[in-house]
């Protein structure tokens, strides 16, 4: 046994499917981890497609070049001192797995497949993978190193069967993604782990965002008392070294913990960064009101893109308050992002004319304020196409809770960085961030939005004097009552019991109920709460449910 084993921690940003891209990137780090001298190269879960690959990995074709990039790979590392534990879906027999290769000297010497696959929430293991029966543990300069793969640290028996086999460190290969406390979760379940096994836990996360998903990252090692003794730095692609001594002293760098609402706004700068450079989209467009969640938004996609590559337009209707467009105007200039302002008027009378015989004897209602709102996404679609920016849709989780927003219309876009974001988090994260600029943001340094545009009542302007708590309660009210039917899955009868009036609660269960159309409609946002619209919360459109108290 050496005296220390020296681990390179790789804690890496691939792109789904990208093979070639995310073999590069494992190449590059091998060589870094080379010239560090490191014993083993450890990378996150399924590194070789990103994480999660869904039915990509399904493809035969798929699976034969990940098989051929491995190999390759595996070829490069012949008579170099430094070992990998590679996460690669990977065909035995007649299965797929969710697998760990231990690769060193030219060659695969030990195959680990992943045990428990997650099935639930955003998760779909089961539909890809088939699962490992048991645990080896690998003997490596001079230690016995039990491997898991992340859902398998969630469950005693993996950890335990490999103790019992002799494992003298856990190594943990992950691809687990970010919401609210999860880093914390993760370290409690790390601790339980180490606390029953005795063994220092070393804990590899991917980082960056997928499509909905987004990985914060936070890999960390814990030492065989429990302690975090390394952490890595949340939400940036990165290598630590570690060293364990042969007494099982430990060295690696210590990051800060990121968390509360700094957690949600780096998820979300890094989920829309992701998506925008991951589909080579120049930059994005954004319809700027004067109000509060196009101005967080607007600042999100400067922080996580610079403010060349957004563009702000201002679309007046004749219901547009000289307060909005001040504050608009507010915004991009302390943004310094290109502001333009292009007049819906026009095509408010160009449809009022054009319906003019077929409305006839009808009163103005619902359907001319949903047409102010489509001639909005109708010319923000024009100019995404026209110029090729990605249209950012900016509504909360509030309004896609209750169906307050108009199809086709403001819900145009290709994603959404508040879609996860209740309007009460919307108003602490603007206040939160013009009171700082969080570390690796590309935006100003001081404040991103005018302090009224925090202050003012908000309003869709679609109407004279139009105010959300005409048709709305109290948002302090909504929100609480949306994350007990949402996140909590409360009865009419728990809900109530918290303070709530029934008749509200019912109202609001209803048009959550009703909703459902519109979001299954809705553009992808990123993931920040337990119980995030899409794949995580799946209900049926049709549904003849409804509470009967
Ligand atoms: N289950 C179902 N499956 C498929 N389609 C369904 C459906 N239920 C209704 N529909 C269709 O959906 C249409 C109604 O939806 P839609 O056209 O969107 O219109 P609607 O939901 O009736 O109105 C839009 C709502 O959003 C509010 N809004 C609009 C714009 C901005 C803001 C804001 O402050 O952010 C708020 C506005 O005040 C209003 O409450 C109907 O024409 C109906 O046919
Ligand atoms: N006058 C406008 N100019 C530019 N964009 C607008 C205008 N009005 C609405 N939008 C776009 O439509 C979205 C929905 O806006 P609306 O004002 O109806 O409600 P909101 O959800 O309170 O949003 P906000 O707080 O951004 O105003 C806005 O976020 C913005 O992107
Ligand atoms: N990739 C996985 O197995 C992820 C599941 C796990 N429970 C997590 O979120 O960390």
């Known amino acids: 046994m050496t005296d220390t084993f020296s681990l390179a921690l790789a804690q890496l940003n691939p792109t789904v499917g990208a093979i070639r891209k995310n073999m590069a990137l494992l190449a590059m780090y091998y060589d870094r981890a080379l010239e560090q001298c490191a014993d083993l190269l450890v990378s996150p879960e399924l590194l070789t497609t990103g994480y999660p690959p869904e039915d990509l990995v399904l493809k035969p074709s798929f699976q034969d070049a990940v098989e051929d990039a491995v190999l390759a790979f595996v070829e490069t590392t012949r008579g170099k001192p430094t070992g990998v534990l590679l996460g690669t879906p990977w065909r035995v027999e007649e299965g797929l797995y969710n697998a ?7 060659e695969i010497r030990q195959i680990v497949l992943k045990r428990h696959l997650p099935n639930y929430g955003v998760f779909d293991e089961m539909r890809l993978f088939s699962s490992g029966a048991e645990s080896a543990v690998i003997n490596f300069a001079g230690r016995k190193l039990g491997v898991m793969i992340c859902e398998d640290m969630w469950y005693d028996d993996v950890a335990a069967d490999l103790k019992l086999a002799g494992a003298e460190m856990l190594i943990v290969l992950n691809g687990s993604p970010f919401e609210g406390d999860k880093p914390f979760l993760r370290y409690d379940l790390a601790a339980e782990r180490v606390e029953h096994c005795h063994v220092p836990l070393v804990y590899v996360n991917q980082v960056g965002g997928q499509d909905e998903l987004v990985f914060d990252g936070a890999s960390f090692v814990m030492n065989s008392a429990g302690e975090r003794v390394c952490l890595m730095r949340h939400w940036r692609e990165e ?42 989209f120049p930059g994005v467009v954004l319809g700027l009101s004067g109000g509060i969640d196009s101005a967080l938004s607007a600042a999100v996609a400067v922080d996580a893109l610079g403010a060349k590559r957004v563009r702000c337009v201002m679309m007046p209707s004749p219901y547009t308050s000289q307060e909005s467009l001040d504050d608009a105007r507010g915004c991009a200039e302390m943004l310094g992002v290109e502001y333009e302002s292009v007049s819906i008027e026009p095509a408010m009378q160009a449809f009022e004319t054009m319906l003019a015989p077929i409305f006839s004897g009808k009163d103005k209602d619902i359907t001319e304020e949903n047409i102010q709102s489509r001639a909005r996404g109708l010319l923000l679609m024009a100019l995404s196409n026209k110029f090729g920016h990605m249209l950012l849709t900016t509504g909360n989780k509030s309004e896609m809770s209750v169906g307050y927003a108009t199809i086709y219309g403001d819900m145009c876009g290709g994603y959404s960085v508040l879609k996860d974001v209740y309007k ?21 340094d001081g404040r991103v939005m005018p302090d009224n545009v925090i202050a003012k009542p908000p309003s869709a302007e679609l109407r004279p004097d139009q105010k959300d708590e005409d048709s709305l309660p109290p948002y302090e009210i909504l929100d609480d009552i949306l994350e007990c039917l949402i996140e909590k899955e409360y009865s009419l009868e728990d809900v109530v019991a918290c303070g ?13 109920d009703r909703a459902e159309y519109k979001r299954r409609q809705a553009p992808p946002g990123v993931k920040l709460t337990s119980r995030a619209f899409g794949r995580d919360r799946r209900y049926p459109l049709t549904n003849g449910f409804t509470s009967l108290i």
């Open 100 to 106: 760990a290769l231990f690769i060193f000297d030219g």
């Open 239 to 280: 290598m630590a070294i570690v060293k364990i001594s042969k007494d099982n002293q430990i060295a690696g760098p210590l990051a800060h913990d990121s968390h509360g609402l700094e957690a949600l706004y780096q998820a979300m700068v890094l989920g829309l960064r992701d998506y925008v450079n991951k589909n080579g």
């Open 500 to 512: 709530h009036d029934a008749d509200v609660v019912r109202r609001i269960w209803k048009l959550l």
């Open 424 to 444: 009460m988090t919307v108003f602490a994260l603007c206040k939160w961030r013009n009171d700082q600029k969080p570390e690796g943001c590309l935006g100003p």
